[in-house]
């Protein structure tokens, strides 16, 4: 059998030779490794010349076949890092970005200490569980459309015993009844249906309804304009993240929707990637 070196040094060939728009290809493969064996990367390291077992050989080639058909290695590992906290991913999940731990910093800027927070199209919960992770008194409510996604999420919430977010299945606001939030985020679908990137690279593998949103990208954000009043207290903050040249459409479609102090924020990599609004009202009208 071949020993842990060997193993690695082909594999990273392979994907090489295969998967030309990976630059990650020796990463990926210690990952995949590293998971396979359940170890970490200083046992790898300090293993390299020990043999693998027939089975693990196996296990390992089955690994590297889906990498080499180009499937995200976030879905191989079944895991990616968000905001610090480690969470699980499946097909069904669109995989959290670190573009959309600017969302949360942002968020949690805006969050009062003791408030009601919404993340509209939860996923794997990312935002969702790092604001309630961050912020113990605030009550959480996510929601997704998918129940699939839902369960992840609800998985993940388990998994790091957080307990202050409540999951349910919405079709955006349509299953919340009656209730205010102070900060409502959604980091929705906005890629444009006709965009070719659709079908290249990571986003081939991704959930289309977590990603495409019809022409101009901007189908979800209009439906979910048409009903964030109703559901904001009184200068309650929304905050989408969207594409890096969609700012001045979400933030027209923010004004005309009555949302007011409008303001675009870059992410990391210097794009535009969050636009907020705020309710302007003062005092709460109530439900009839
Ligand atoms: N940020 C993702 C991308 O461009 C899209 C995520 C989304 O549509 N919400 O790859």
């Not at 630059?23 to 390299?48: C, F, G, P, R, Y």
């Not at 968000?82 to 097909?91: A, E, I, N, Q, R």
């Not at 006709?194 to 439906?223: N, V, W």
């Not at 009043?229 to 027209?252: I, R």
């Amino acid at each position: 059998m071949p020993s842990i070196k060997q193993t690695l040094s082909n594999a990273v060939n392979q994907l090489n030779t295969h998967l030309t728009d990976s630059d990650t290809a020796k990463l990926d493969v210690q990952l995949m490794l590293e998971h396979l064996l359940d170890v970490n990367h200083a046992w790898l390291i300090s293993h390299a010349g020990d043999a693998l077992t027939e089975k693990d050989d196996e296990v390992f080639q089955a690994l590297l076949q889906r990498r080499l058909n180009g499937e995200p290695i976030a879905y191989i590992l079944g895991e990616r890092e968000f905001f610090g906290l480690p969470l699980k991913v499946t097909s069904d999940t669109l995989i959290p970005r670190p573009d959309t731990e600017k969302l949360v910093e942002v968020a949690l800027d805006k969050i009062p200490d003791q408030a009601d927070f919404l993340d509209l199209g939860t996923g794997t919960g990312a935002i969702a569980l790092a604001i309630a992770d961050n912020c113990p008194d605030v009550t959480v409510t996510a929601v997704d459309f998918s129940e699939k996604a839902l369960s992840v999420a609800i998985d993940n919430a388990a998994a790091l015993d957080i307990q202050n977010v409540t999951f349910l299945q919405s079709d955006w606001f349509d299953a919340l009844d009656h209730q205010r939030f102070d900060v409502i985020v959604s980091n929705p679908p906005y890629i444009e249906s006709t965009d070719a990137h659709l079908s290249q690279g990571d986003l081939r593998f991704e959930p289309m309804s977590a990603l495409a949103s019809g022409e101009d990208g901007l189908d979800d954000i209009r439906k979910i304009l048409d009903n964030v009043l109703v559901f904001l207290k009184p200068q309650g903050w929304l905050l989408f993240e969207h594409g890096y040249n969609q700012s001045q459409a979400v933030q027209d479609l923010m004004a005309d929707a009555g949302l007011v102090a409008v303001e675009t924020i870059k992410d990391l990599g210097g794009n535009d990637r969050v636009t907020m609004g705020k309710n302007s009202l003062v005092v709460s009208t109530h439900w009839d």
